[in-house]
């Protein structure tokens, strides 16, 4: 049981590094402009299609939605 207690808070890491970095990348696209010089990514417009294609989805846009959120919500 403690391989896999040691598993979960090493993706637990990795996922709130991923959600720093995704932060910070808006941040930079924000302060920067559009296209980042050292990025190359326009995230702010992949975030946006994340999101216009979850809306579209209705129901299972929302209950993906839901998903996401709890997966990523601190206790």
């Known amino acids: 049981m403690q391989y896999i207690?040691?598993?979960?808070g090493f993706l637990k890491k990795v996922t709130e590094l991923?959600?720093?970095l995704l932060a910070l990348t808006v941040v930079l696209q924000?302060?920067?402009?559009?296209?980042?010089p050292f990025i190359n990514v326009?995230?702010?417009g992949n975030l946006t299609g994340i999101?216009?294609?979850?809306?579209?989805?209705?129901?299972?846009g929302?209950?993906?939605a839901a998903v996401l959120f709890?997966?990523?919500?601190?206790n």
Request: hydrophobic share 55%; charged share 10%.
């Open 51 to 60: 999101v216009a294609t979850l809306g579209s989805s209705g129901l299972v």
């Open 18 to 20: 991923g959600v720093a």
């Open 70 to 74: 709890s997966v990523l919500k601190k």
């Open 5 to 8: 207690d040691t598993i979960i």
């Open 42 to 44: 326009d995230v702010i």
């Open 30 to 36: 924000v302060v920067f402009g559009s296209p980042v």
């Open 62 to 64: 929302l209950i993906a």
